[in-house]
């Protein structure tokens, strides 16, 4: 029978490092990294080193954001762990701006904020039908999959409305995560809490 947990949390919560040590080193386990790097950035290149370097040599790294549900269905695990979320989020959002923003002939930034609320909920659509198939793909299995993503309604109100866009995409993918978990955790400095 298929296990869902997801652990939740704010930016260097340990989040992360939480969801790792439920996972097993000597498991046969999948850690799907969906921060890939489209472009040089050290910053970023350091940050994924690190999380490289925790991770056991027994598991396997798929990176990847797109068509995780048929990455799922295709591989046998004893368990995922999908880190994050949020991340995955951004870069379909933003592959699926600048596609439009080519198409359309208009600059990236001119393009989100013309987005009407049709528009903005047709995206919000895509995401959750990409979520439920990525928890469908999981529950016609017996896996297990961890799914780290960060809490984003402790902060202010973004200031622009793209930030806004993935702020509030951001929550209610979360919603809609916890509500199919079969647990979920929300990690605070370092300290679990079991929510669900």
Not at 134 to 162: C, F, H, S, W, Y
């Amino acid at each position: 029978m298929s296990q869902l947990m997801v652990v939740t949390g704010g930016a260097k919560s340990g989040k992360s490092v939480f969801a790792e040590k439920q996972l097993s080193t000597s498991q046969h386990i999948c850690y799907l990294a969906t921060g890939v790097m489209k472009r040089p950035d050290p910053e970023m290149k350091l940050r994924i080193m690190t999380h490289q370097r925790r991770r056991p040599d027994t598991w396997h790294t798929e990176e990847r954001y797109r068509d995780v549900a048929g990455f799922i269905t295709a591989h046998r695990f004893d368990g995922f762990l999908l880190d994050d979320a949020t991340m995955l989020i951004t870069n379909l959002f933003y592959d699926d701006m600048i596609a439009r923003a080519k198409q359309q002939h208009v600059e990236l930034d001119a393009l989100i904020e013309s987005l009407s609320r049709d528009e903005l909920n047709a995206v919000t659509e895509r995401m959750h039908a990409e979520w439920q198939h990525i928890v469908d793909a999981l529950r016609q299995t017996d896996q297990k999959m961890i799914i780290v993503t960060n809490e984003v309604g402790l902060g202010i109100v973004p200031a622009t409305k793209q930030t806004r866009v993935l702020r509030d995409l951001y929550g209610q993918v979360n919603q809609w995560l916890a509500q199919a978990a079969d647990s979920v955790y929300f990690v605070i400095s370092g300290l679990p809490q079991r929510l669900k």
